[in-house]
């Protein structure tokens, strides 16, 4: 439930810093009125920075992390529910680790190469 707020007080700003204002509101992704609010109680606007990236590459890993997440669901979900060890699952569970640890090397790997890739672009996040 929002809270209503009975008081108003009327500005007049110059150009220069009405268009201040509305980049600011406008970066922070909020109203001019909240972004002079939140001016007035904190002293500033947080404005967080979110890094979209589309990178094949990328995509690529995640799918793969996915795929080793999925059998490591099934291997708890099966001593879970009292199943027994075998040789078999001891092998696909050292081979899920493995896994994970070549990922952790690609993504290493590909940290580096996004560092100044030029198809990365940040959005604004309240």
Do not use: W
């Not at 150009?15 to 406008?26: P, R, T």
């Not at 589309?54 to 992390?65: C, F, G």
Request: hydrophobic fraction near 35%; aromatic fraction near 8%; glycine fraction near 8%.
């Amino acid at each position: 439930m929002k809270k209503t707020l009975p008081n108003r007080i009327t500005i007049r700003l110059s150009d220069e810093l009405y268009q201040k204002i509305m980049v600011g509101a406008s970066e922070a992704r909020i109203s001019p009125v909240e972004y002079v609010r939140q001016m007035i109680i904190k002293g500033r606007v947080t404005v967080r920075q979110e890094i979209i990236v589309d990178v094949p590459e990328l995509k690529k890993v995640i799918a793969e992390l996915g795929k080793i997440g999925s059998t490591l669901n099934q291997i708890a979900r099966h001593f879970n529910s009292g199943g027994a060890n075998s040789s078999y699952l001891y092998d696909r569970i050292m081979q899920a680790l493995g896994d994970l640890f070549d990922m952790k090397y690609e993504i290493e790997k590909l940290g580096g190469e996004f560092r100044g890739y030029s198809q990365a672009r940040c959005h604004s996040k309240q």
